[in-house]
């Protein structure tokens, strides 16, 4: 019993199990190193209005930021918990979807151990975003269909649905990601299961799941097409060649893991064993020349790595099981050194000063995802400092005024950042809800102000002048880790020429 007990401990189930717990550990102890991050103010805002469906994002991550809020309120490793524990889920359903591979102990440690030395991953399961969600879902799909094939059981697809319907309320990509399989099922022996009635019984299931937001899109004309078309008409986010997408997957995904995921692509479409999975490789393909084509974000394809990690772990296993022993020690421990290096650029390890210096002796920039005025941090950083400090500055302004006045000032930003920072530090400078014209903030509305004060955030003041009888700079905010854009002077602005609630419907802004 002693040794059946010591050889389960061991095991490689038990093993990933321990490096899923580590990275769990990991990103609650690095929780509240630095601030609250951009996009997590704005959906701490959606969870305050929860509804079936949001400007730029489908609504679960607003309920689970409903949830978190109200389990831990404002402590930021509570906040993030639920991602945190996403990316430990991955890093657990990586090595089971190893071991369904073929893969045995080694196979499904190195898959695991994979996952949590990715730059990309680490930034991912920090934040409380749908992206920390995403690579679980797309790793669960991925999942039933290994165990789909392998037990030529068709009835793995109604699961494979259910995942797909909860992807769709997540982040709208896992469409891309089931176009992408299609085209796998299409062109491979497992086309078969196109016709099984369990496989549509699960696109059923997925379009159910999904309709409450797609009949809340069609109520309010498509925001989230009109958001995207605005954003291609500006030059906001990075556009890369085939050439320069291919590169930023090394980097992204830390290039010592390069030879293992490509190893993966090889195993899934010509290995001996790997070729049953083909689908997966060719999805892996198509999902590339999709997003090549559309102009997406180097990281949309972050999601599907897990299952060429675990295809190449199995195919690593299978390679080494009799010669090169040595390699199964000197490339894990490569892995893990990486990641060392690496994990200070994308993770709050050190602090910011020490951050900046660190990188800059490193010598390695990390890819751009989007045009922004960064400052001394990389943008995901950067997204993380100033906010409670333009709260202060915007609540000692309000309490300035006379208390008739302040009951009728509206604080007015014009970006869901500043707009979701007073929102979160609010509360605890005696401030109101701000108004918004941007994102869903604008489908909120302007409440019951009129315009005859307010306090304007993240503005020139140019236009401002034009509206207001009076406009005066009545503060200023900046932090020295901000984004350069986060830099901006306060207006306190009077005499709206106009009803407030009359100007909203042309003040909508969707980029």
């Known amino acids: 019993m002693s040794a059946r007990s010591t050889s389960r401990l061991l095991s490689g189930e038990a093993l990933v199990l321990c490096l899923a717990g580590a990275k769990l550990i990991f ?47 404002d402590w930021l490793p509570g906040l993030r918990f639920f991602p945190a524990l996403a990316g430990a889920a991955t890093v ?29 991953y680490l930034i991912m399961h920090h934040w409380l975003t749908m992206n920390a969600f995403e690579p ?44 992408a399989v299609v085209i796998g099922l299409i062109l491979t022996a497992e086309r078969r299961f196109l016709l099984t009635k369990q496989f549509w019984t699960g696109a059923l299931i997925a ?6 937001n797609l009949i809340w899109l069609i109520r309010h004309d498509f925001p989230f097409l009109e958001l995207m078309h605005n954003i291609r008409q500006t030059d906001r986010d990075v556009v890369r060649g085939p050439i320069a997408f291919l590169l930023d997957q090394v980097q992204i995904m830390n290039p010592i893991l390069f030879p293992l995921w490509l190893g993966g692509v090889i195993w ?33 394809v972050a999601s599907i790595y897990p299952v060429l990690f675990a295809a190449g772990a199995v195919g690593f296993e299978r390679i080494t099981a009799a010669r090169w022993t040595w390699v199964r020690t000197a490339y894990p421990t490569l892995v893990l050194a990486s990641a ?36 001394p ?44 920072a007073i929102d979160f530090f609010g509360p605890r400078y005696g401030l109101p809800n701000v108004i918004c014209k941007h994102q869903s903030y604008w489908l909120w509305g302007p409440r019951d102000y009129d315009g005859s004060t307010m306090i304007v955030l993240h503005s020139d003041g140019r236009g401002d002048r034009e509206h207001f009888r009076s406009v005066e ?22 005499g709206l020429k106009g009803d407030l609630r009359k100007a909203w419907a042309g003040m909508k802004q969707y980029d």
């Not at 196979?107 to 990309?120: E, R, T």
């Not at 797909?164 to 997540?170: A, D, F, K, V």
């Open 473 to 494: 700079v009545a503060g200023h905010t900046e932090h020295p880790y901000s984004r350069r854009d986060e830099h901006f002077d306060i207006f306190l602005c009077r």
């Open 136 to 179: 679980l879902i797309w790793s669960g799909c991925a999942w039933c269909i290994v165990r789909a094939i392998n037990r030529s059981d068709p009835r793995y697809w109604i699961s494979f649905g259910v995942l797909t319907g909860l992807g769709m309320e997540t982040k709208y990509g896992i469409a891309f990601f089931v176009i």
């Open 207 to 212: 379009f159910l799941i999904f309709l409450p």
């Open 92 to 120: 657990w359903l990586t090595g089971k979807l190893a071991r369904e591979m073929g893969g045995g102990a080694f196979a499904q440690i190195l898959a695991a151990l994979a996952i949590i030395c990715v730059p990309i």
């Open 268 to 300: 899934l479409l010509v290995g001996r064993d790997g070729r049953q999975f083909q689908v997966l490789g060719i999805a892996y393909i198509a999902l590339l020349a999709i997003f090549i084509v559309l102009r997406g974000k180097n990281y949309y």
């Open 340 to 375: 060392m290096v690496l994990a200070p650029t994308v993770a709050p390890i050190l602090s910011p000063e020490s951050a900046i210096t660190y990188q800059k002796k490193l010598g390695i920039e990390p890819p751009k995802a989007e045009n922004q005025p960064t400052g």
């Open 377 to 420: 941090l990389p943008q995901y950083y950067a997204d993380e400092f100033g906010w409670e400090e333009m709260a202060r500055e915007t609540a000692r302004i309000f309490h300035s005024l006379p208390t008739d006045e302040q009951k009728r000032t509206a604080i007015f930003s014009n970006s869901y950042g500043s707009a979701g």
């Open 27 to 73: 990103h609650l102890l690095t929780a509240g190193r630095y601030g609250i991050f951009r996009d997590e103010l704005y959906y701490l805002a959606c969870g305050q209005h929860l509804d079936w469906g949001y400007v730029d994002q489908p609504p679960l991550i607003a309920l689970v930021a409903w949830i978190a809020r109200h389990l831990f309120g």
